[in-house]
């Protein structure tokens, strides 16, 4: 059913920074696209079945735009390294046991699962570079219901050998077959998004490679920018004749411009770089725990958003410890005050609103009209119940959306979800 109109405490964010937060009101969502919040329903709509979701708050769906499937199996774990190492110790050898297939099987419908039980409505998903593999987590994807990019990853270089495709041309061949395979699946949700891991693991002969398939299959692009200090200076390294990290990607047609990218993390991104991301349209996913978690920095979010960049968030599983977009914006909001306190006080920090629009509008805007309720926005939405936190006092519903993301009621209080205007979760 694409038709239904839900009642409720509704809040969600229509600009930058603007919470609209309303005690009880209905938000109607007519073939899978919203028409609009209203405090008192508007006749034309009567007809709709409605759902009445009593005191619930009422938010829409968040977008994860970036997040590693195969690391969701040690979140929490091998938090004590910075990037290059923890990637050595903890990430390698953990992605090379996806190459067997029920493995993968059952770690990626773990992962599955979760998705479908959290905040999340729609992300933008990092595989392995196994091809069966991340067909397998496609189709786990494509029967939760919630909408997504998922990329087999690329590396023919600086990696285990477990994990090195033999060549750039197999490296191609093999995403070309993957590509190929997906469309025999017809799928209807999950969608392919060209995936070079990052430089350090690309030959520029590859990444000339994905560039040709990426204009054939009219593909997206995703992969990392500017994390770590060491992660820089072996990029300066390997091309010494690029301007910056982000140059790298450029020459090759694959950072924004006709390639619909998004970069995640851009802690340390240099001017140059800022003003390349925004002249070329390239989306940042700002991920503030696993900046934190590996100790790589702090974002400038403040200025990228002062200076017109698209930024969402990205809760980096497993850098990032959780898959919780609740849990991501509150460590963004406080990123922010550690940036303004001790590197910038010319910066000031997030406010709430402003996060919650990274996490929903910001990031979903990868999507299309994603992320709000307002009237020609896809309809994703979340109905959670506060119940179990009482507070002696009546609380606003601004108040209570706040402490209910503060609180990591996503774990706890989700009671449905929307995507498109379809109901993929229920809790009786």
């Known amino acids: 059913m694409k038709d239904v109109i839900l009642k409720g405490a509704v809040c969600h964010t229509p600009e930058p920074g603007v919470l609209d937060a309303r005690e009880s009101a209905f938000v109607v969502c007519q073939d899978g696209v919203c028409r609009g919040v209203f405090d008192t329903l508007p006749e034309s709509f009567r007809g709709l079945p409605v759902k009445d979701c009593g005191d619930c708050l009422i938010l829409p769906g968040l977008t994860d735009l970036h997040i590693h499937a195969p690391q969701f199996t040690f979140r929490g774990t091998g938090m004590d390294r910075e990037l290059l190492d923890w ?22 419908a773990m992962f599955a699962d979760r998705m479908l039980k959290s905040a999340t409505t729609r992300a933008v998903i990092f595989a392995t570079v196994h091809r069966r593999a991340t067909v397998t987590l496609m189709a786990l994807m494509e029967r939760t219901g919630l909408i997504s990019y998922v990329g087999k990853v690329n590396m023919d270089r600086d990696a285990p050998p477990a994990l090195t495709e033999r060549d750039a041309d197999a490296a191609a061949a093999d ?52 994390e770590n200090p060491g992660e820089i200076e072996l990029v300066k390294k390997l091309m010494p004749d690029a301007r910056f990290y982000g140059d ?75 898959e919780s977009l609740f849990s991501v914006i509150t460590d963004a909001l406080q990123a922010s005050k550690l940036y303004w306190r001790y590197v910038d006080e010319t910066a000031k920090p997030l406010a709430f609103a402003e996060a919650f629009y990274l996490a929903s509008c910001g990031g979903g805007s990868f999507f299309g009209k994603v992320g709000c309720f307002a009237e020609g926005y896809e309809f994703d939405a979340l109905v959670l119940d506060d119940g179990e936190m009482p507070h002696p006092r009546p609380l606003s519903a601004a108040e209570r959306l706040e402490r209910a993301v503060y609180l990591g009621l996503d774990q706890t209080g989700l009671r449905a979800k929307y995507v498109a205007g379809r109901c993929i979760f229920e809790k009786g």
């Open 87 to 108: 990637l050595d110790r903890y990430t390698f050898p953990e992605e090379m046991r996806y190459a067997d297939g029920d493995y993968a099987r059952r770690a990626y």
């Open 175 to 226: 995403t070309a077959g993957w590509l190929n395979a997906v469309e025999r699946l017809e799928l209807n949700r999950t969608r392919p998004i060209l995936t070079p891991r990052f430089i350090p693991c690309c030959s520029e002969t590859l990444l000339r490679e994905l560039s040709e398939i990426r204009r054939v299959y009219d593909l997206p692009v995703q992969s990392h920018l500017s």
């Open 248 to 322: 790298g990607y450029d020459r090759y047609g694959l950072f924004g411009g006709e390639a619909k990218t998004v970069m995640a993390h851009c802690v340390w991104s240099p001017p140059a770089e800022v003003e390349r991301i925004r002249k070329n349209g390239v989306w940042v996913a700002h991920c503030p725990t696993s900046n934190m978690n590996l100790a790589s920095g702090i974002a400038p979010v403040r200025r990228y958003l002062e200076k017109g960049l698209r930024v969402g968030l990205g809760s980096d599983v497993a850098g990032g410890h959780s």
